[in-house]
């Protein structure tokens, strides 16, 4: 291994969490974007939106529901792994930073879920209830068990944003897994 190895593998780790970060705010763009589609705003002063959010209830879903209800779950599973491979990067070479970075994961993605739905007070015929932050902490939690049960899966994720260099010391920090 020559000498400027580590300056290399030094500077992939920062393209990696680059484009990481990148493609997490590209998905919490398509997050944001879904969530409110069809835009069809609704003039609410924000004391009337905070009211009508203080009062926000779980709702008893039925058959149909249930379906976007695993939606949700679903769709904060990438959010949140992008979140991990963020934050966390290639490596958590600590115990005490693996544990801010999942507390940071977890506080961004639950925030990412309260703001959603928040927001959809002023877009109809969006529902407000709390089901939604609840499935999409329930896919954040889902998420983190697979990260931290499969190696493998982050290792193909983060393959994903290999610089294909094909030099050793680049390839190397995805193989730290």
Partial sequence: MDESCPERREAAYAQHRGRTGLAFLAYLAF???GSLVPF???????????????HIAYLNLGVASRAAWIANI??????AFLACAWILGLRADSRFR????????FALCGGVAVAVEFTQIFFAPRTVSLNDPLA???GTVVCRAIWDSDAR???IGFDFFDTASGDACTLAPNRLW
């Fill in 40 to 54: 069809d705003y609704r003039d609410h002063s924000l004391h009337h939106a905070l009211e009508q959010f203080r």
């Fill in 98 to 105: 693996r544990t801010l970075g999942v507390l940071f994961m």
């Fill in 31 to 33: 997050v944001v974007y």
């Fill in 74 to 79: 679903v769709l904060y599973v990438p959010l």
């Fill in 136 to 138: 999409e902490t329930l």
């Fill in 153 to 155: 899966l982050k290792e």
